[in-house]
């Protein structure tokens, strides 16, 4: 079953468009990500991650939380969005003469946002979701390329939700109460199409594989696990 979670996919040979798509700005080398902490209380926990998470905890957020949603942020696209604005009735609150930077607020259902979310699927939507007591927030730009981008993203979500999360991101964790995440991608090869090379040199990069280690570090309440995954994505 394909997982919300890339890196769970991505370990799980498990490859979806969404998974690929993840690893496509990495050439060969070694890189080091931002934490991936978690923090379990009574009622509620919270999370904190780097940029690769943002759409990743947006995605969780909308499947999982089924009540009314504000939604509050950036759109950064390719294209002209003021058609998907006008589609939900919402007026920018910000927008360059080309459509391709805006700004927005609205409160949506949660079929509204899921559509919302779905229009704009090839878009960078950097936004602050907030549905009763469960919130996401993140920055609204997502910096220069290698720079790391510590607690770029941070969530607080209802204690209901935990063993889902659980399920998606800390899978092989075993139970706890504090969690650090930390994962190196080696990739070793880019495997490259070549009758795209000299056809298509751009699409060649964009659909060629990556393979590689994932090296897993899991902290869990004080006690370090490392494990290494092999991977083709």
Not at 15 to 22: A, L, S
Not at 36 to 63: A, C, M, N, Q
Request: charged letters at 35%; proline letters at 3%; a positive charge.
């Amino acid at each position: 079953m394909i997982s919300l979670n890339f890196i769970k996919n991505a370990i799980n040979n498990r490859i979806d468009e969404f998974t690929h798509k993840k690893f496509v700005r990495y050439g060969v080398g070694e890189f080091e990500k931002e934490p991936f902490e978690v923090r379990k209380g009574k009622s509620s926990f919270t999370v904190k991650t780097g940029p690769e998470y943002f759409d990743v905890l947006e995605h969780f957020f909308i499947e999982n939380i089924k009540s009314e949603t504000t939604a509050k942020g950036k759109i950064i696209a390719q294209k002209d969005v003021i058609g998907v604005y006008k589609k939900f009735g919402i007026k920018p609150v910000k927008m360059t003469s080309n459509g391709k930077k805006s700004e927005f607020s609205h409160t949506f259902s949660n079929e509204e946002l899921k559509n919302f979310f779905e229009e704009l699927k090839d878009c960078f939507v950097l936004c602050d979701l907030a549905s009763g007591k469960n919130t996401l927030k993140m920055k609204k730009s997502l910096g220069k390329p290698g720079k790391p981008m510590e607690n770029f993203c941070s969530a607080k979500l209802d204690i209901s939700l935990f063993d889902k999360f659980k399920e998606e991101f800390a899978w092989d964790a075993g139970d706890f109460n504090n969690l650090i995440i930390k994962h190196t991608y080696i990739i070793k090869e880019l495997i490259i199409d070549d009758r795209l090379v000299e056809e298509d040199p751009a699409r060649a990069r964009l659909e060629a594989k990556r393979k590689g280690i994932i090296i897993r570090e899991i902290d869990v309440d004080g006690k370090k696990i490392v494990k290494e995954h092999e991977f083709l994505v």
